[in-house]
Nanobody, 119 residues
Framework: QVQLVESGGGLVQPGGSLRLSCAAS??????????MGWYRQAPGKQRELVAI???????TYADSVKGRFTLSRNNAKNTWYLQMNSLRPEDTAVYYC???????????WGQGTQVTVSD
């Protein structure tokens, strides 16, 4: 059983920065077994991919966040991060961390954390 616990998020002014963290626990979880990443859902919109890193280590970003957001991970801690810089009001959303087991396709989601970018 894999559990994901998010931290970070909050209110920030446009142009500011935030870092989200996601810690995974479980008997079978590491960078070789799971794809890890972040999704977000803004009010009235569908959940969308923000960034994801595959088991071989390839990272993909949504076009809207390229050059501003960085996904990284600490393999020893089974934790990954989303560093968000140059935040814009349109980045306002609930952010969810995500993991998918490669062999089974089973998905896990974090509880979600609110990010609000506003004056």
């Amino acid at each position: 059983q894999v559990q994901l616990v998010e931290s970070g998020g909050g209110l920030v002014q446009p142009g500011g920065s935030l870092r989200l963290s996601c810690a995974a626990s479980g008997s079978i979880f590491n960078r070789y077994t799971h794809t890890m990443g972040w999704y977000r859902q803004a009010p009235g919109k569908q959940r969308e991919l923000v960034a994801i890193i595959t088991t071989p280590g390839t990272t993909t970003y949504a076009d809207s966040v390229k050059g501003r957001f960085t996904l990284s991970r600490n393999n020893a801690k089974n934790t990954w991060y989303l560093q968000m810089n140059s935040l814009r009001p349109e980045d306002t959303a609930v952010y969810y961390c995500y993991a998918r087991r490669q062999t089974t396709g089973y998905e896990n989601w974090g509880q979600g954390t609110q990010v609000t970018v506003s004056d």
